[in-house]
């Protein structure tokens, strides 16, 4: 009687949990659909380093994430779809920019969510906001190499074809002007000379004709001699300056023309490297121009990236909890580690102190001749310690385990309502139960986040739900339901207690 009572109960919490889920969906979606942020999207030359859930910053600070990747049939560039956060406002100048996150090819995105008013032709104007399903049309990207060297390219023969004129220029046309300087210069000089020698002759007549004038005339024609000598001392110093001068500037155009034909040399030797790489020659031609290559490099540091942004996302939840059971007076501690490296996936490890202890089954078979066969079944039950290892999925509001559950295996599943500060959990494992004509374990529990930190909760639930008998209190087992409460510390916690901890211990130690 006791069984079909049992079936009974079950069948009827099924149908109250379903009833009580389905309202609480219900009315949690109603709740928060208008508070959900909107949808924007832009479009892309180049999408690659992009990839969902991935970060979306304002000045640092996350508002949002990329929520799907697709080509633009129009287009034919990548159409990148972003969820912003409830709260963001934006307008039409809004600006998006594709970023490097890290030297492996990851990416992000920057958004300047934009301003009310604007100018726009030296006239203010007001900016429209962006609704759901708007496009960002400010879309700012990094330059590729392969366009910086499409520009290289481009530009070397234009540079080649200015150092010919200048190579040209000077061999030519400023060899000949300071060839025609120091002709000039030359030739100027032996005119002088000539001239002064002249005069010199006709100060000498004079001074014949004017010797029987008084000494004045005599005297006058003196300082036109010593005139003459300090004309002829200055040309002379005049023109060995002027062909030391004309010496140096034609060394310096041998300087340069030097300078021009090793800088023609490098040209041509750059022209014939970079035409290698062009072609596909040497292991730098061929790291550049085959493709399989290029794909193999760009597989390897996606992965790479992956696996980084992997443990670098990677978000730890340690839990401290503690169930009273009423029936059996006992205590349970739990402790648990809730590993995340994504939103939708995370693994479960506890260790776990139950009163009732960890039972094994043993089942002995007697041959006697006299009694004939006979089997005797044996539950032992220790105060070992049992652990769980689950591994979970998240989809939307409920999610699903399976794994080791109490060191048995099990599943079980969790529905968050009300911004997750609300939580069931139902868990089903020790399916060996049924070799001592038990049914499975159930355990169904009721989480509320008090203060909405994530930190402190409250929980209250029934266990065993299943098996109304009870040999015994205690360890026996047997329904029985409980009330209790959980701490729980996230990364950040983690971090303060740790730099709180050291801070202690190294002033402990220095006392």
Same mark, same amino acid.
């Given at each position: 009687?006791?069984?079909?009572?049992?079936?009974?109960?079950?069948?009827?919490?099924?149908?109250?949990?379903?009833?009580?889920?389905?309202?609480?969906?219900?009315?949690?979606?109603?709740?928060?659909?208008?508070?959900?942020?909107?949808?924007?999207?832009?479009?892309?030359?180049?999408?690659?380093?992009?990839?969902?859930?991935?970060?979306?910053?304002?000045?640092?600070?996350?508002?949002?994430?990329?929520?799907?990747?697709?080509?633009?049939?129009?287009?034919?560039?990548?159409?990148?779809?972003?969820?912003?956060?409830?709260?963001?406002?934006?307008?039409?100048?809004?600006?998006?920019?594709?970023?490097?996150?890290?030297?492996?090819?990851?990416?992000?995105?920057?958004?300047?969510?934009?301003?009310?008013?604007?100018?726009?032709?030296?006239?203010?104007?007001?900016?429209?906001?962006?609704?759901?399903?708007?496009?960002?049309?400010?879309?700012?990207?990094?330059?590729?190499?392969?366009?910086?060297?499409?520009?290289?390219?481009?530009?070397?023969?234009?540079?080649?074809?200015?150092?010919?004129?200048?190579?040209?220029?000077?061999?030519?046309?400023?060899?000949?002007?300071?060839?025609?300087?120091?002709?000039?210069?030359?030739?100027?000089? @032996?005119? !002088?000379?000539?001239? $002064?020698?002249?005069? /010199?002759?006709?100060?000498? *007549?004079? =001074?014949? &004709? +004017?010797?029987?004038?008084?000494?004045?005339?005599?005297?006058?024609?003196?300082?036109?001699?010593?005139?003459?000598?300090?004309?002829?001392?200055?040309?002379?110093?005049?023109?060995?300056?002027?062909?030391?001068?004309?010496?140096?500037?034609?060394?310096?155009? @041998?300087? !340069?023309?030097?300078? $021009?034909?090793?800088? /023609?040399?490098?040209?041509? *030797?750059? =022209?014939? &490297? +970079?035409?290698?790489?062009?072609?596909?020659?040497?292991?730098?031609?061929?790291?550049?121009?085959?493709?399989?290559?290029?794909?193999?490099?760009?597989?390897?540091?996606?992965?790479?990236?992956?696996?980084?942004?992997?443990?670098?996302?990677?978000?730890?939840?340690?839990? !401290?909890?503690?169930?009273?059971?009423?029936?059996?007076?006992?205590?349970? *501690?739990?402790?648990? &580690?809730?590993?995340?490296?994504?939103?939708?996936?995370?693994?479960?490890?506890?260790?776990?102190?139950?009163?009732?202890?960890?039972?094994?089954?043993?089942?002995?078979?007697?041959?006697?001749?006299?009694?004939?066969?006979?089997?005797?079944?044996?539950?032992?039950?220790?105060?070992?310690?049992?652990?769980?290892?689950?591994?979970?999925?998240?989809?939307?509001?409920?999610?699903?385990?399976?794994?080791?559950?109490?060191?048995?295996?099990?599943?079980?599943?969790?529905?968050?309502?009300?911004?997750?500060?609300?939580?069931?959990?139902?868990?089903?494992?020790?399916?060996?139960?049924?070799?001592?004509?038990?049914?499975?374990?159930?355990?169904?529990?009721?989480?509320?986040?008090?203060?909405?930190?994530?930190?402190?909760?409250?929980?209250?639930?029934?266990?065993?739900?299943?098996?109304?008998?009870?040999?015994?209190?205690?360890?026996?087992?047997?329904?029985?339901?409980?009330?209790?409460?959980?701490?729980?510390?996230?990364?950040?916690?983690?971090?303060?207690?740790?730099?709180?901890?050291?801070?202690?211990?190294?002033?402990?130690?220095?006392?």
């Amino acid at each position: 009687m006791r069984r079909s009572w049992a079936s009974v109960t079950v069948g009827l919490l099924v149908v109250i949990v379903g009833a009580i889920s389905y309202f609480l969906i219900r009315s949690t979606s109603e709740h928060t659909s208008g508070s959900k942020g909107i949808k924007v999207w832009g479009l892309f030359h180049d999408a690659s380093g992009l990839f969902e859930k991935s970060r979306v910053q304002t000045a640092g600070i996350s508002v949002g994430e990329i929520d799907k990747r697709e080509l633009d049939p129009a287009t034919a560039r990548a159409r990148v779809t972003i969820k912003m956060l409830p709260g963001i406002t934006m307008y039409e100048n809004a600006v998006v920019s594709k970023k490097s996150a890290s030297l492996l090819g990851e990416y992000y995105l920057e958004i300047d969510p934009g301003t009310p008013f604007a100018e726009v032709k030296g006239q203010p104007k007001a900016m429209r906001q962006l609704k759901d399903g708007d496009q960002i049309l400010n879309v700012r990207e990094p330059t590729a190499l392969g366009d910086i060297m499409a520009d290289v390219g481009a530009l070397l023969p234009i540079l080649h074809d200015i150092l010919d004129d200048v190579h040209r220029l000077t061999s030519g046309t400023v060899t000949d002007i300071a060839e025609n300087i120091n002709k000039l210069i030359e030739s100027n000089a @032996d005119t !002088l000379g000539r001239l $002064l020698t002249r005069v /010199d002759t006709i100060a000498a *007549n004079v =001074e014949g &004709v +004017t010797s029987t004038e008084a000494g004045d005339v005599k005297e006058s024609i003196k300082n036109v001699r010593e005139i003459t000598e300090s004309i002829k001392s200055l040309i002379g110093t005049t023109q060995g300056q002027v062909a030391g001068t004309g010496t140096k500037v034609q060394g310096s155009i @041998d300087r !340069l023309q030097s300078t $021009l034909d090793n800088l /023609d040399k490098t040209m041509k *030797n750059m =022209e014939t &490297v +970079t035409g290698r790489l062009e072609r596909g020659e040497g292991t730098a031609g061929k790291l550049l121009t085959d493709d399989a290559i290029a794909n193999n490099i760009e597989n390897i540091t996606e992965d790479a990236s992956g696996f980084v942004r992997g443990i670098t996302k990677l978000q730890t939840v340690v839990g !401290l909890r503690t169930e009273y059971n009423f029936i059996s007076n006992g205590v349970k *501690n739990y402790l648990s &580690v809730q590993l995340i490296p994504r939103p939708d996936k995370f693994y479960l490890i506890e260790l776990i102190e139950d009163p009732r202890g960890y039972s094994s089954t043993a089942r002995t078979v007697t041959n006697s001749s006299l009694t004939g066969s006979s089997s005797a079944t044996t539950v032992t039950t220790t105060n070992q310690l049992r652990f769980s290892l689950m591994l979970g999925k998240r989809i939307g509001p409920a999610a699903f385990r399976f794994g080791i559950k109490e060191s048995t295996g099990g599943f079980g599943g969790d529905l968050y309502m009300l911004d997750d500060r609300l939580s069931l959990s139902v868990d089903v494992f020790n399916f060996a139960a049924s070799n001592v004509g038990q049914y499975p374990r159930v355990k169904g529990t009721l989480s509320w986040d008090v203060f909405s930190t994530k930190t402190f909760y409250v929980v209250a639930g029934a266990d065993d739900l299943l098996n109304y008998t009870r040999p015994k209190a205690g360890a026996g087992g047997g329904f029985d339901y409980f009330l209790g409460a959980q701490l729980s510390f996230n990364d950040q916690d983690l971090k303060s207690l740790l730099l709180f901890g050291g801070g202690a211990a190294a002033g402990s130690a220095s006392k």
